[in-house]
């Protein structure tokens, strides 16, 4: 029987005439599979030793995939970042009924925070830089836990939510927990704040101008599922705005006193705009503030790290017809237990620039003070040897160290000293219950007066003030624009 079918075969379709045919056709399908296959799997970037930083080149054209050669993908990859006009990623959750809701998922009722400050803004707000690849692999974002964080801090009280398009997918992972959770928690109980303005590392990533900042926003609210967002921030002003400092790294402090002229915080010259950078940072100030006109946005402000540009761009502001002093200003790592500045340039935020409110952010200094920091912290290497000094002094019994607690501790103490709201970033269950019974323990146990804790606290300050050089209040290089 398959001897009669091999030969009616070679009967009907062989002829020796039509092999290279054959050839020719079974190696275009070869081929077209092959490509297919490669399209459809393969990265259109490479993370490589020659291109060791591909997020910031992403064009809107190419897929947003990545490879390490080495098979050693790590979290200091800092996820894509989508531009405007790039295709969106989407992430899909599961019915709410089908994510657990245990007795993990549940809040000590004894330890909800109720304090806010200012203008009503939450004492915590929940970094959801955390819902990125900045700090979590992709599986961890991508699943549920996003949700489940988010629900248990707003159980807590946790209703400040910051995130940016920065931040890779930060805003739809947190937009979609946030929808999800609707019926329990309307848009009426939390508070968004988000940024414009920045998209990646390179000059071409940044877009101040008006209808990239509007654009922007309406991206934001798409993404978030909201038709307002409680506050913007011009997002890093100090890659754009002049540097008018003497120094970008070091104890700035002393730019509100003897060297006022020098970073350019004198008095008469509060209106200077020192070169386009400035120019550009009031644009897109002024295009939110007619954006809060309409109604779309409630508050406008600026964040970024150095506290002297910060300082001079606010006065700036209030002093440039016709605006009026910003509502907010963030600023991060510069309230924690190695660099406290924040708390001396707040009096200025408030009374030269007339700001309504400053917020703190990363009191564990971006992973910093952490057993282990992360390989991309801009940090010194002298710095991250004092640190794991502190480390070692603080380890506990069990085997841990008590560090991250402690400045976790310290910096709400100083916080809430002040009336200042702490952003923290939290990207787990166990992350909300520890932030939550921190904060109870400061405000309601008064850890602060605590003898015992206080000396622990002096003993680490003392760690980082050690020698002639010490770290103490030291603010590593301002940021600057990455080559590509």
Not at 154 to 168: A, E, K, N, Q, V
Request: overall charge neutral.
């Amino acid at each position: 029987m398959a001897s009669k079918g091999v030969r009616q075969f070679m009967r009907n379709w062989y002829a020796v005439e039509a092999i290279p045919l054959y050839a020719v056709i079974g190696l275009a399908v070869g081929g077209a599979t092959w490509y297919l296959g490669r399209l459809a799997t393969g990265p259109t970037v490479v993370w490589s030793k020659s291109n060791p930083t591909p997020w910031n080149n992403v064009k809107p054209d190419e897929n947003i995939k990545m490879m390490d050669p080495s098979g050693n993908f790590s979290k200091s990859s800092r996820t894509m970042v989508e531009r405007l006009n790039a295709p969106q990623p989407t992430f899909s959750l599961p019915a709410l009924v089908d994510i657990p809701d245990e007795d993990v998922d549940k809040p000590d009722h004894d330890k909800r925070i109720t304090t806010s400050f200012g203008p009503g803004v939450p004492a915590v707000v929940l970094g959801a830089a955390s819902f990125s690849a900045f700090y979590n692999d992709d599986e961890h974002v991508r699943g549920v836990v996003p949700l489940r964080t988010t629900r248990l801090a707003l159980r807590y009280g946790i209703t400040g939510f910051d995130t940016s398009p920065y931040y890779g997918p930060s805003e739809i992972v947190l937009g979609n927990a946030l929808k999800a959770l609707e019926n329990e928690f309307p848009r009426s109980s939390y508070q968004l704040f988000t940024k414009c303005g920045r998209f990646g590392n390179t000059r071409d990533a940044f877009d101040y101008t008006p209808q990239g900042v509007r654009a922007s926003v309406a991206r934001s609210l798409t993404r978030l599922h909201t038709t307002y967002l409680d506050t913007v921030y011009v997002h890093d002003v100090e890659f754009l705005a002049v540097c008018k400092a003497p120094k970008t790294s070091g104890d700035h402090q002393s730019a509100l006193d003897a060297e006022a002229a020098a970073y350019g915080l004198h008095e008469g010259g509060e209106a200077v705009v020192h070169g386009d950078g400035d120019r550009e940072v009031l644009g897109a100030i002024g295009e939110l503030k007619k954006l809060q006109a309409e109604g779309v946005v409630k508050q406008v402000g600026i964040s970024g790290y150095p506290l002297p540009t910060l300082l001079r761009l606010a006065i700036l502001v209030r002093h440039t017809p016709p605006y009026e002093p910003l509502d907010v200003v963030l600023s991060y790592c510069h309230l924690n237990l190695q660099n406290s500045t924040l708390l001396a340039f707040k009096i200025a935020f408030e009374q030269r620039a007339g700001v309504k409110q400053v917020l703190t952010a990363s009191p564990l200094s971006m992973g910093l003070l952490r057993p282990n920091p992360p390989a991309w912290h801009p940090a010194s290497r002298d710095l991250r040897m004092v640190v794991e000094r502190a480390v070692q002094m603080t380890m506990t019994p069990s085997g841990e160290s008590g560090l991250p607690e402690l400045a976790l501790q310290y910096a709400f103490e100083k916080a809430r000293e002040v009336g200042m709201p702490t952003v923290v970033g939290l990207g787990s269950l166990r992350d909300v219950h520890e932030s939550a019974r921190i904060w109870y323990e400061v405000e309601k146990r008064r850890l602060g007066e605590n003898e015992e804790w206080k000396q622990r606290v002096k003993d680490v300050l003392s760690v980082f003030g050690e020698g002639k050089d010490g770290l103490l209040d030291r603010s590593w290089e301002n940021p600057t624009f990455h080559d590509g």
